[in-house]
């Protein structure tokens, strides 16, 4: 059975750092392609980020870019979401979903396993 | 960026039709995936790449993709359907993923 199971969310300060984790199982993991996608409170879905299953390619949303940062440790089973110069706006529940398969041609493919998801607070 | 248009929201008592719309510049042209969404739970897929059904969503929901708009159909709606529903799609022009505005489908 897939599981994916996100960790690191918290109550954080605007301007602040924080790191999230997606630990994958019950699948290869690095033959996947995985993503996180966000949900600020009462709101819709919102994509944040995508990344190969080597870990060489990486897309981001642009509200997004130059701030935050995935990446994987294929070797622990690891999703990463870096998380830097944190806004209010920021505050949401953080998803990692993957894809069904590693390579570019998958980027158009449903996302067909999803976390639970984190929340993250970013306030004073 | 690519955009996409769905209604907020839709109504529709049980045993009838819902029918959830995806606005998008010539979105005929691109895979098409729906999810739902109940509140307090994480997302599932119910149709992907317009028309397919993952295992074990039934039979009841579909999806068609043409010109402007993808659409879900679920068909004898039941009181567990009641949920928001979103679409996505991948933009390879700007390498992004983008999802619709969401829909929240009421039973009556």
């Known amino acids: 059975e897939v599981q994916l199971l996100e960790s690191g969310g918290g109550l954080v300060q605007p301007g602040g750092s924080l790191r999230l984790s997606c630990a994958g199982s019950g699948f290869t993991f690095s033959s996947h392609a995985m993503t996180w996608v966000r949900q600020a409170p009462g709101k819709g879905l919102e994509w944040v980020s995508a990344i190969s299953g080597s870990g060489d390619s990486t897309y981001d949303a642009d509200s997004v870019k130059g701030r935050f940062t995935i990446s994987r440790d294929n070797s622990k089973n690891t999703l990463f979401l870096q998380m830097k110069s944190l806004r209010a706006e920021d505050t949401a529940v953080y998803y990692c979903?993957?894809?069904?398969?590693?390579?570019?041609?998958?980027?158009?493919?449903?996302?067909?396993?999803w976390g639970q998801g984190t929340l993250v607070t970013v306030s004073s | 960026s690519y955009v996409l248009t769905q209604p907020p929201s839709v109504s529709v008592a049980p045993g009838q039709t819902a029918t959830v719309t995806c606005g998008g510049t010539d979105i005929g042209s691109y895979s098409v995936h729906w999810y739902q969404q109940k509140p307090g739970q994480a997302p599932v897929l119910v149709v992907l790449d317009d028309t397919n059904r993952p295992s074990g969503i039934p039979e009841r929901f579909s999806g068609s993709n043409s010109e402007n708009t993808a659409t879900l159909t679920i068909s004898r709606v039941e009181a567990g359907d009641e949920a928001d529903y979103y679409c996505q799609l991948w933009d390879s022009r700007s390498d992004h993923v983008v999802f619709g505005g969401g829909t929240k489908l009421t039973v009556l």
């Open positions: 979903a993957k894809f069904p398969c590693d390579n570019t041609a998958c980027l158009g493919l449903a996302f067909d396993s």
